[in-house]
């Protein structure tokens, strides 16, 4: 869509792939996401928030993807593929057997009839999407076969001359692999096929797709792999130092998320290629992006890799100036917001603006502090993304049952209304504010409570697993939104 997504005021809903409601074992991009793109219509909304769309490790967790450029499989509606006349038969299933291994069988009897039934439109198209993408996907084709051949381990514990990117060892490999490796080409075409469809069906009617940039690159991926002088390694791939967050809201002694960190002098060298490829890739993808992590532009917490904490990290100056002197100077205009929670400096802040960067508002954060809590709806700027909470949070009304009498008296009384319930007080407080875009996730919407929460920062059990169902839908839900929406100036002509 041509014009700029904070050039007027807007409405959106937070809801991953994941959570779309359907048969399988997390949500796709069929008939179903398409059904959701109508009741963000229906309701008023013009922003679809989702989370990073990579394919994930064992855990789920998609800001520790696999790979920066390539789309999730799980993600692969298996009804638009028999739609599309590249899958015969209902779906196989064999106990015992991951949803990624399900996948893969189901995407080798696609590409099986693929091979034999495909028109010369059809094979061109796969033809030309291989040639465009090369620059990531031969390695991250190769990445996943050789994975694959070796139990799924990551790439540390491959053989050297694998680990290492022997040009014999790698050309053996596409060799011994190529059948493999022409599967995952495949499943990737597929994936954008189908996304660029539902990109077109949501733009067509309006809406706008936001996305999510994670700063770091999980160590265990096809990038980190393919391009180790971009990263602070050892000679034998290991990191010294990983990336985290000190102690913070969410965790009393920080995160240590384990990414390597990059080596800024190397990619600033190059005129920061490397970024420069990647935002490509997510704005083909997205109208707007969240850059998670945002503070670590400026200055990021490093920490030794022998410690199992981030308490004991220290920040290092990093080149966010120059780093986004050079997108913007690609990419102009530079639809991004900056994920600014957490300890941010007035350095921060100035490089934020520098750019104009939206920033984020938490209303969950806003009722303590007193009056000068940045939160708070009186201190919200116009270039800002309110939230009534995130992918990090609790639900509203699970956080609002977590206060205590006085917490939940003092929000009341500052927002001087005790009648409306939760969560509809806070979501209607974040469309009234100032920001120029307002998010709510999906739970909000359906008013649920703590136990549908996404994600508890900070834990690595029971995350990234949360659906909803169309009959949790209250048919009354798209009329009452649409009409917040209208009555706060954020409704949007389709």
């Known amino acids: 869509m041509s014009d700029s997504p904070y050039a007027t005021r807007r409405a959106g809903i937070l809801l991953h792939i994941t959570s779309l409601p359907g048969a399988g074992e997390c949500g796709t991009l069929g008939p179903d996401a398409y059904r959701f793109v109508d009741f963000l219509v229906a309701s008023g909304h013009s922003v679809w928030q989702m989370l990073p769309i ?3 490790h064992d855990d789920g967790s998609p800001y520790q993807c696999l790979s920066l450029h390539a789309g999730n499989p799980l993600f692969i509606s298996a009804e638009l593929l028999r739609r599309d006349g590249w899958l015969k038969g209902g779906a196989e299933t064999s106990a015992g057997e991951s949803p990624v291994a399900q996948m893969h069988r189901l995407l080798e009897r696609a590409w099986s009839h693929f091979q034999q039934h495909a028109n010369e439109g059809e094979r061109r198209a796969l033809h030309d999407f291989i040639a465009r993408r090369r620059a990531w996907l031969d390695d991250y084709a190769l990445y996943m ?3 694959e051949e070796q139990s799924h381990r990551g790439w540390l514990d491959w053989p050297a001359p694998l680990r ?3 040009t014999a060892a790698l050309g053996e490999a596409r060799r011994r692999l190529e059948s493999r490796i022409e599967l995952f080409e495949f499943a990737q075409f597929v994936f954008f096929r189908q996304w660029n469809a539902l990109k077109e069906y949501a733009n067509h009617h309006g809406v706008l797709l936001f996305g999510d940039m994670p700063i770091f690159v999980a160590h265990d991926s096809a990038d980190v792999w393919a391009q180790r002088d971009y990263f602070q390694l050892d000679a034998g791939g290991r990191p010294s130092v990983v990336a985290g967050v000190p102690p913070d809201y969410f965790s009393a002694t920080g995160q240590r998320w384990g990414n390597p960190h990059y080596r800024w002098d190397r ?16 704005l083909h993808l997205f109208d707007l992006m969240r850059v ?4 670590g532009f400026e200055a990021y917490w490093e920490i030794p890799a022998d410690h199992d904490t981030a308490m004991h990290g220290h920040w290092v100056q990093a080149p966010g100036d120059p780093l986004f002197a050079a997108l913007k100077q690609r990419f102009d205009p530079l639809p991004l917001v900056a994920e600014d929670l957490g300890i941010i400096t007035p350095e921060v802040d100035a490089l934020r603006e520098r750019y104009g960067f939206p920033g984020m508002k938490i209303l969950q954060f806003a009722f303590d502090g007193g009056p000068h809590n940045p939160y708070l709806p009186h201190m919200h700027q ?3 993304v309110v939230y009534t909470g995130t992918h990090d949070n609790d639900t509203t009304l699970g956080w609002y049952n977590s206060l205590t009498d006085e917490a939940r008296n003092y929000m009341h009384e500052y927002l001087g209304d005790t009648s409306e319930p939760m969560p509809w007080l806070l979501m209607r407080t974040a469309l009234a504010s100032v920001a120029v875009l307002s998010i709510v996730p999906m739970q909000d919407v359906l008013g649920l409570d703590g136990a549908h929460r996404m994600n ?3 834990t690595t059990q029971g995350n990234w697993r949360w659906r909803f169902q169309w009959q949790q839908l209250n048919h009354e839900a798209a009329p009452r939104m649409r009409r917040l929406v209208q009555l706060y ?3 949007r002509a389709n």
């Open 267 to 282: 990619m600033q060298a190059d005129g920061f290629k490397w970024w420069i490829s990647r935002l490509d890739s997510q």
């Open 489 to 491: 100036g954020r409704l």
């Open 54 to 56: 990579g394919p994930t």
């Open 382 to 384: 116009p270039l800002s």
């Open 292 to 295: 998670d992590h945002f503070r």
């Open 145 to 147: 076969a050789v994975r």
């Open 164 to 166: 290492d990117r022997d």
């Open 456 to 458: 508890t920062p900070g």
